[in-house]
């Protein structure tokens, strides 16, 4: 069975801790990741951490999760989660469980925000827990792969 989970980022996540910390904290990219390796490990699930500015590059590592039969996704996809239906197509495609996380609660702010591109192909969607949507997407993830198992 797969064991490893790839937990991907969109644009701007890579400067968390410092981008508007009054609505996404002051942990940064590297606080989340080690936070996905020590949620993972719990469940002896290995985690791939990514983050990219780049759609395109979002959309390869998508594909790559399916041409490497990984167990499942973990995508915050930030701003292209309002914008992008290539995310949503690469999904699609996977067939692989996926959860959509979000560190803020997009409801309730900007309208533009309300709506995701991707929620529709997600097993579920997070948000609004901060970084430990995260946590809580891993936990999720681990218990959906254990009851497909019985
Ligand atoms: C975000 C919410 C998006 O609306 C925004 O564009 C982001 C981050 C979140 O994690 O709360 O970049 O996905």
Redesign the pocket.
Known sequence: MATTVYVLN????NLLGT?EPE??GRATLKDVEALCHEAGARHGLAIDFRQSNHEGVLVDWIQEARAKNMAGLVI???????TSVAILDAVLATGLPTVE??????HA??P??RHSYLSPAAKAVI??FGID?YRLAIDGLAAMLTSSKD
């Open positions: 969109g644009p701007n996540l981008r609505v996404y915050n996809p930030a701003a292209y989660t309002h996380v979000h560190i803020s609660n997009v702010r900007e533009f925000r948000c609004g949507g």
